[in-house]
């Protein structure tokens, strides 16, 4: 690695300073993403929870179907995901 740089007439410094800038170009739009996703992720739960067919399986079973719940949790994993990468990525 170090060869290479030398031939690039770039300083190990340099492209560490680069490649990290990068990362940060491009880690933001994937937060912004994964928060906006887990967001609707949340919303398209709370409705399917709110559903007829939901309702019936709460009926029955005592909870709404498994599909509202994971939508749910995968919402908030997603939209907790999207928040640390904004608030990390803003050092």
Known sequence: ???QTRRLGVSK???D???NSE?????KPLSF???AGGILLLIFGVNASNSFGSDL??????SPTDKAIWMMVGGVVAAVA???GLMRGSK
Do not use: K, V, W, Y
């Not at 399986?57 to 005592?62: P, V, Y």
């Open 13 to 15: 410094p340099q492209l």
């Open 23 to 27: 990362d940060e170009h491009m880690n």
């Open 1 to 3: 690695m170090i060869a």
């Open 17 to 19: 300073e680069q490649l």
């Open 57 to 62: 399986s709460r009926f029955f079973t005592g």
């Open 33 to 35: 993403a994964l928060l």
């Open 82 to 84: 999207g928040l640390l």
